[in-house]
């Protein structure tokens, strides 16, 4: 099975000398193409940093970092920049929506620069998170729970390769975080999407194909 992520020897550190902080400790991860990978840990514990780095926005100090067949360790600011725009879907907990966009643009901004547009798919999304209501809005017309769902939709409207995922339903309710989730998983399935989701939920991690727990700087598989 071809691999959308893969992590090798993985080592990143905060500070130096005593007061250094080793978040990474040759981690090692592989999430294949088709597949969701749940990354738990306690807060502080490295999950976002990890995140950061496997979408080319974070340096490492050593390892190997491969993201659809490209070493991104091997690649400049440009080469990483062009990757993530063609190839990763980013959902942090910080909404990144464009102020000055309505919510229609924003879902449409990811898909039209990595030349994937289709507004049939948009509005479906739309539907499909319950924001097709919300189209003409601005962001700061939004709730924050309004927003999040506006992130997910922007990232899967591009139908990227890799979708990268840090706590996103973090600000929904169950229920709709549940659908949410739903939707994400189903449309990574349907396009052959890796997914590699952080959350502090074991009961969303358990929805995944895999499990891996990050502590002390290690990627562990719980027991």
């Known amino acids: 099975m071809t691999s ?16 250094a902080v080793q978040v990474l400790d040759n981690a090692n991860l592989e999430v ?18 990890l995140l950061h780095i496997c979408a080319g926005l974070e340096p490492f100090d ?21 990757l993530r725009r063609g190839t990763v879907g980013l959902v942090f ?3 990144n929506l464009v102020p000055s966009l309505s919510v229609a643009a924003n879902l449409s901004f990811q898909a039209r620069l990595s030349g994937r547009h289709d507004p049939d798919f948009v509005a479906e999304l739309a539907q499909r998170l319950g924001i097709a209501q919300l189209m003409s809005r601005y962001p ?7 927003q ?16 990268l ?13 549940d659908a949410v989730l ?22 969303l991690a358990s929805r995944c194909n895999a499990r891996v727990h990050l502590r002390a700087g290690k990627l562990q598989v719980p027991v």
């Open 140 to 146: 700061e017309q939004l709730s924050g729970g309004q």
């Open 93 to 95: 907990q910080q909404f």
């Open 4 to 19: 959308a992520l893969t992590i090798e020897r993985l080592c990143k550190t905060f500070g130096k000398g005593p007061d």
């Open 182 to 203: 739903d939707l994400m998983m189903e449309l990574a399935a349907q396009a052959g999407t890796a997914l590699l989701l952080v959350t502090h939920s074991t009961r």
């Open 148 to 163: 999040q769902r506006v992130a997910i939709g922007r990232c899967l409207a591009a139908r990227p390769r890799l979708v």
């Open 165 to 177: 995922a840090d706590e996103p339903t973090g600000n929904l309710d169950e229920a709709t975080g």
């Open 32 to 49: 294949p193409q088709g597949q969701s990978l749940a990354l738990t840990g306690e807060s502080g514990s490295g999950k976002s940093t």
């Open 62 to 82: 050593s390892g190997k970092v491969v993201l659809a067949g490209h070493d991104i360790a091997d690649a400049d600011d440009h080469a990483r920049a062009t």
